[in-house]
């Protein structure tokens, strides 16, 4: 019976198709405008937002700040600038918008007039993020680069200019860490700034030898100011080696300066402070252990007055992302991802109570208006893009707002993913997406492209999708597209989760295998004979641990994968991970990074495989792709190591992606379509 209701969902979308429609191509996934941060207006009639454009040709992606009814009505661009503008924040009176833009001191802090010219106001070397304002509008709080010894701008030029002078660029290290994600150690720190309206002075508020905010995990935005303006809270480590600790910690601080006060205690990691609009409490992002950067998110309430604080989503067995206060203090609304959709909910601060607002598709980027009674969010599914809907939270009525990717999707031949669930290797459900290619014929069979995300502690997103691979734009070569959530992946629940530390390669990996058998059983137009399974970061290791286990697969494709368990260990940054992990280092549980290591199994190595890596990706080092493929031809295996001496640990650059769209597209050819 399931198996008959899976064929006729999938003839019913064959018939749905649009008529004379085309394939999606590459140029197509940027050649739509994206949109991003909407921010009502503090009289609630408007809302400003971003829209990002890409010119293909320039390989450049441009941002202006746009502004619409809140009926999306009127919308147009709001500042016209002939430079980047992004980040809008209205001051809490609407007299003035602060906004980011680049020139030849990089991005630093604007202000316009509401309907006047924008003025910039600062001019730092170390460049400007995230300005938020204080609600007497008078300040804004920023945070920018600055060497370590400098306390003041033209410290820091100076300082540039020594290090550009200097013909020696070695650098001398004593500590962990002394390279991150992509970047080396340059003397450099965030620390936190503060931009005086009325003064049109700026100066900076913290110093204390630390990222403050903290650079290293952290939130989405890990500093606010108190309601009165008086006070700070921001997030910052002060472990001595920060490479083992995720101990994020809270400081609150006067306005003025002066020596921090922590006031958080836990061993794992705080962050995301966000004062209550009364300014009775800071709401904040917790998790409990120490050493663990995928614990659970709890979302904790702190009471300014007494130093209690209450944990808001204790029986809330998801983990909790962006949030963002009501006005009047009563709820806090946040993300929180369950069954691959990004949802939308609220949790009353008195009784604890949580609800579930908006579970239909995947969504971000909510704000709410000042009245508190509407939401506006970004929603996604796998065959649309997102845009930017009306949340009307009594009613309950979700209207859409803009139609930027109208036309682009009226064109388009795309379907919607199909759900599916099926038993796992120990009884629980596993969830996955399956998508079909253009002009889809049931009668027929095709090869699959079987998608592995990374983490581990991550998940399938049932949006238009630009991790790693598109769905829409791989399944239009020609290929049915499975995502399968194994044991490890968010969303499911704490237990769930957890499963993968420790197990790398056993129970995850049994769950993808029994959902490539659930798929050949229920899909009879999957080609068991042509498939391959594609990962990146996390999935990249698994498709290398695929290689060692079995040969059910044509070919395999592995994005910035781990080869070795023990070199990968010495050679990433975030120690806290691999020791979390794998339950110890190379010396205290060898066994266990032994076991769990691709490398251990290459005498197995005998399906095809195609190794893609950056040079600057220190999270997984690109030595681990170079003894993949070494190990791949030693063993006589047929294979390909695509190399960017410019990338890290993803591909950001857009004539890089493409390239590396077409040589996938290339070897997942040879090797299923003969």
């Given at each position: 019976m399931i198996r008959l209701m899976h064929i006729i969902i999938l003839v019913l979308l064959t018939i749905s198709s649009p008529i004379n429609a085309e394939s999606i191509i590459f140029n197509d996934l940027y050649s739509y405008p994206r949109i991003s941060d909407p921010q009502f207006s503090p009289n609630g009639k408007q809302i400003a937002f971003v829209v990002s454009a890409t010119d293909l040709d320039s390989n450049i992606t441009g941002d202006g700040i746009w502004i619409m009814n809140i009926d999306g009505g009127g919308a147009h661009r709001l500042i016209e600038h002939?430079?980047?503008?992004?980040?809008?924040?209205?001051?809490?009176?609407?007299?003035?918008?602060?906004?980011?833009?680049?020139?030849?001191?990089?991005s630093q802090l604007w202000l316009t007039p509401y309907g006047g010219e924008p003025r910039k106001v600062t001019s730092l070397w170390g460049e400007v993020s995230g300005p938020e304002w204080s609600q007497s509008g008078d300040k804004l709080i920023f945070y920018s680069r600055v060497y370590r010894e400098c306390i003041a701008d033209n410290c820091n030029r100076a300082k540039a200019q020594e290090d550009e002078d200097n013909p020696v660029k070695a650098g001398l290290y004593d500590r962990l860490l002394f390279r991150h994600y992509n970047g080396w150690d340059d003397g450099t720190q965030n620390q936190l700034f503060i931009y005086d309206v009325s003064?049109?002075?700026?100066?900076?508020?913290?110093?204390?030898?630390?990222?403050?905010?903290?650079?290293?995990?952290?939130?989405?935005?890990?500093?606010?100011?108190?309601?009165?303006?008086?006070?700070?809270?921001?997030?910052?480590?002060?472990?001595?080696?920060?490479?083992?600790?995720?101990?994020?910690?809270?400081?609150?601080q006067s306005i003025e300066g002066g020596k921090p006060e922590c006031i958080t205690q836990n061993t794992g990691q705080d962050n995301n402070p966000l004062y209550s609009p009364d300014g009775k409490y800071i709401a904040y992002i917790s998790q409990a252990r120490a050493g663990y950067e995928s614990d659970q998110n709890e979302l904790v309430l702190y009471n300014r007055a007494d130093g209690n604080r209450i944990i808001l989503t204790k029986n809330f067995d998801r983990t909790v992302g962006y949030f963002l206060w009501g006005p009047k203090s009563e709820y806090i609304y946040f993300q929180a991802i369950e069954h691959g959709f990004n949802k939308i909910w609220r949790v009353d601060i008195k009784n604890l109570n949580i609800e579930c607002l908006l579970d239909d598709a995947v969504y971000k980027y909510p704000a709410i208006s000042p009245d508190g009674k509407k939401l506006a969010v970004a929603r996604s599914l796998s065959d649309q893009p997102y845009e930017f809907y009306l949340y009307d939270i009594?009613?309950?009525?979700?209207?859409?707002?803009?139609?930027?990717?109208?036309?682009?999707?009226?064109?388009?031949?795309?379907?919607?993913?199909?759900?599916?669930?099926?038993?796992?290797?120990?009884?629980?459900?596993?969830?996955?997406?399956?998508?079909?290619?253009?002009?889809?014929?049931?009668?027929?069979?095709?090869?699959?492209?079987?998608?592995?995300?990374?983490?581990?502690?991550?998940?399938w997103l049932g949006n238009f999708n630009y991790y790693g691979w598109n769905t829409q734009l791989t399944a239009a070569q020609g290929y049915v597209v499975a995502q399968v959530d194994p044991h490890g992946s968010v969303g499911y629940g704490l237990e769930f989760k957890e499963y993968v530390s420790g197990n790398?390669?056993?129970?995850?990996?049994?769950?993808?295998?029994?959902?490539?058998?659930?798929?050949?059983k229920n899909y009879p137009f999957i080609d068991s004979t042509r498939m391959a399974a594609l990962g990146r970061s996390y999935g990249g290791y698994m498709t290398n641990w695929i290689n060692g286990h079995t040969d059910r697969f044509k070919c395999l494709i592995t994005i910035d994968g781990i080869f070795s368990q023990v070199s990968n260990y010495y050679s990433t940054e975030e120690l806290w991970f691999p020791?979390?992990?794998?339950?110890?280092?190379?010396?205290?549980?060898?066994?266990?990074?032994?076991?769990?290591?691709?490398?251990?199994?290459?005498?197995?190595?005998?399906?095809?495989?195609?190794?893609?890596?950056?040079?600057?990706?220190?999270?997984?080092?690109?030595?681990?792709?170079?003894?993949?493929?070494?190990?791949?031809?030693?063993?006589?295996?047929?294979?390909?190591?695509?190399?960017?001496?410019?990338?890290?640990?993803?591909?950001?650059?857009?004539?890089?992606?493409?390239?590396?769209?077409?040589k996938q597209f290339e070897w997942l050819a040879r090797w299923l379509k003969k």
């Amino acid at each position: 019976m399931i198996r008959l209701m899976h064929i006729i969902i999938l003839v019913l979308l064959t018939i749905s198709s649009p008529i004379n429609a085309e394939s999606i191509i590459f140029n197509d996934l940027y050649s739509y405008p994206r949109i991003s941060d909407p921010q009502f207006s503090p009289n609630g009639k408007q809302i400003a937002f971003v829209v990002s454009a890409t010119d293909l040709d320039s390989n450049i992606t441009g941002d202006g700040i746009w502004i619409m009814n809140i009926d999306g009505g009127g919308a147009h661009r709001l500042i016209e600038h002939d430079k980047d503008a992004w980040h809008p924040r209205w001051s809490h009176d609407g007299s003035y918008m602060a906004f980011l833009s680049s020139d030849e001191d990089g991005s630093q802090l604007w202000l316009t007039p509401y309907g006047g010219e924008p003025r910039k106001v600062t001019s730092l070397w170390g460049e400007v993020s995230g300005p938020e304002w204080s609600q007497s509008g008078d300040k804004l709080i920023f945070y920018s680069r600055v060497y370590r010894e400098c306390i003041a701008d033209n410290c820091n030029r100076a300082k540039a200019q020594e290090d550009e002078d200097n013909p020696v660029k070695a650098g001398l290290y004593d500590r962990l860490l002394f390279r991150h994600y992509n970047g080396w150690d340059d003397g450099t720190q965030n620390q936190l700034f503060i931009y005086d309206v009325s003064g049109d002075s700026v100066y900076q508020l913290t110093s204390a030898g630390y990222e403050a905010p903290t650079n290293i995990l952290g939130g989405y935005t890990d500093y606010a100011l108190s309601p009165d303006g008086r006070e700070v809270c921001y997030a910052m480590n002060t472990d001595s080696v920060p490479a083992l600790s995720t101990d994020n910690n809270l400081y609150i601080q006067s306005i003025e300066g002066g020596k921090p006060e922590c006031i958080t205690q836990n061993t794992g990691q705080d962050n995301n402070p966000l004062y209550s609009p009364d300014g009775k409490y800071i709401a904040y992002i917790s998790q409990a252990r120490a050493g663990y950067e995928s614990d659970q998110n709890e979302l904790v309430l702190y009471n300014r007055a007494d130093g209690n604080r209450i944990i808001l989503t204790k029986n809330f067995d998801r983990t909790v992302g962006y949030f963002l206060w009501g006005p009047k203090s009563e709820y806090i609304y946040f993300q929180a991802i369950e069954h691959g959709f990004n949802k939308i909910w609220r949790v009353d601060i008195k009784n604890l109570n949580i609800e579930c607002l908006l579970d239909d598709a995947v969504y971000k980027y909510p704000a709410i208006s000042p009245d508190g009674k509407k939401l506006a969010v970004a929603r996604s599914l796998s065959d649309q893009p997102y845009e930017f809907y009306l949340y009307d939270i009594g009613t309950r009525k979700l209207d859409r707002l803009t139609f930027f990717t109208k036309e682009w999707r009226d064109r388009l031949d795309l379907y919607r993913a199909d759900e599916f669930w099926f038993q796992g290797f120990n009884g629980d459900s596993i969830h996955g997406f399956l998508t079909l290619p253009p002009d889809f014929d049931p009668a027929q069979k095709y090869p699959l492209a079987f998608l592995i995300h990374g983490g581990p502690q991550w998940c399938w997103l049932g949006n238009f999708n630009y991790y790693g691979w598109n769905t829409q734009l791989t399944a239009a070569q020609g290929y049915v597209v499975a995502q399968v959530d194994p044991h490890g992946s968010v969303g499911y629940g704490l237990e769930f989760k957890e499963y993968v530390s420790g197990n790398w390669g056993r129970g995850d990996y049994e769950d993808l295998m029994l959902g490539i058998d659930y798929l050949i059983k229920n899909y009879p137009f999957i080609d068991s004979t042509r498939m391959a399974a594609l990962g990146r970061s996390y999935g990249g290791y698994m498709t290398n641990w695929i290689n060692g286990h079995t040969d059910r697969f044509k070919c395999l494709i592995t994005i910035d994968g781990i080869f070795s368990q023990v070199s990968n260990y010495y050679s990433t940054e975030e120690l806290w991970f691999p020791e979390w992990e794998f339950k110890g280092t190379p010396w205290t549980n060898r066994d266990e990074y032994i076991r769990s290591s691709p490398s251990t199994y290459v005498e197995n190595f005998k399906t095809p495989a195609m190794i893609i890596h950056g040079q600057k990706d220190y999270r997984v080092d690109v030595s681990e792709a170079f003894q993949m493929y070494t190990a791949l031809q030693r063993r006589g295996v047929p294979s390909q190591l695509l190399y960017f001496p410019d990338e890290g640990h993803s591909i950001r650059k857009i004539q890089n992606h493409r390239y590396v769209y077409e040589k996938q597209f290339e070897w997942l050819a040879r090797w299923l379509k003969k």
